[in-house]
């Protein structure tokens, strides 16, 4: 089975700390995705890569980064946290582009800046 | 441009059937895929259609129309333990994400009654 790992379910900082939330991944999978998940508003795409040091930005970038230096690890950095970045993050994979393959998601870390 | 309507909110009795609709507008459709999110889990695959007409998994089937841009998950037999998000994402082969990014849906929030 695809495992899919987030470094922490629930993780509470103070505005202004940088944070950084780990996802691995064991199935050699090319492409990794960072999502945040909001009432009403869904899962929003952050960022992706499809390769290693590859990234791409999703639709909502904004006061994040991220990093691949190996590619079964995707780490989202919020630079400087701020109380609207307060939110469930998730993390997912995939092995290729097109067909049937689906995103694998991790089992999400629920953030709270304070 | 691209956009995914689901409803918001269904009820059903245990040991029913009931119908998520989703229709989407996407200029380079190339997948439709159904989840199952339980509250404070991460998403979980269901179901994927890529040509018109229906797949049967069990208890749950998915049925889409390109021409309509309309999917929609039957559940049978439904149980308590179908209670859950159903979302709707459609892979987009045009723009920017090159057929990697999904386009999500706001998930419908099933509710199933004894």
């Known amino acids: 089975d695809v495992k899919v790992t987030q470094s922490s ?22 492409n990794m995705f960072w999502y945040r998940q909001d009432p009403g508003l869904g899962l929003r795409l952050i960022y992706f890569s499809y390769d290693v040091k590859m990234k791409e930005k999703g639709d909502i ?3 994040y ?3 691949r230096e190996k590619k079964e690890r995707f780490s989202l950095i919020l630079e400087s946290a701020s109380t609207n970045q307060t939110s469930m993050y998730l993390c ?4 290729r582009v097109g067909g049937r393959n689906t995103q694998y ?8 800046v304070l | ?18 119908q998520i609709n989703c229709t989407y507008q996407t200029s380079g459709f190339n997948g439709l895929f159904w989840y199952q999110q339980h509250a404070g889990e991460a998403p979980t695959f269901l179901s994927y259609n890529v040509l018109d007409g229906l797949e049967e998994k069990g208890r ?14 039957l559940l049978k037999e439904l149980q308590m333990k179908d209670s859950a998000s159903y979302l709707c ?11 990697r990014k999904l386009i999500w849906g706001l998930g419908t929030s099933l509710a199933v009654n004894p």
């Open chain 1, 9 to 30: 379910r629930y993780l509470v900082k103070r505005t202004g700390e940088k944070v950084f939330l780990e996802c691995v991944q064991d199935m050699d999978h090319e």
């Open chain 1, 61 to 63: 970038p904004e006061g």
């Open chain 1, 65 to 67: 980064s991220v990093s």
């Open chain 1, 92 to 95: 997912a994979s995939t092995p």
């Open chain 1, 105 to 112: 998601f991790g089992p999400g870390t629920r953030l709270t």
């Open chain 2, 1 to 18: 441009g691209q956009n995914i309507d689901q409803p918001t909110e269904m009820t059903a009795t245990e040991g029913a059937i009931v």
């Open chain 2, 60 to 73: 749950f089937s998915s049925f889409l129309s390109r021409s309509k841009g309309y999917s929609y998950l």
């Open chain 2, 89 to 99: 994402a459609v892979r987009d082969r045009s723009g920017a994400g090159n057929n």
